[in-house]
């Protein structure tokens, strides 16, 4: 497994995750609803993977 910090830093207010987590938090039901209709979009027994495609305008895709 690929670990991007090591477990045992304390993580500082500018740290990636400590930005994510703050995002996450911020945007919880937001996020929920983009969660529940990509999986909508996608079907329950579709196996595709979730992916963002950055070339030109980002976009979520499924692979």
Do not use: H
């Amino acid at each position: 497994m690929f670990l991007f910090d090591s477990p045992q830093s304390k993580p500082n207010e500018n740290s990636w995750s400590r930005k994510l987590d703050k995002f996450v938090k911020a945007n919880q039901n937001e996020l929920a609803a983009l969660a529940w209709g990509l999986f909508l979009e996608r079907g329950e027994e579709s196996e595709e993977v979730l992916a963002i495609d950055i070339a030109e305008t980002a976009r979520f895709v499924y692979c």
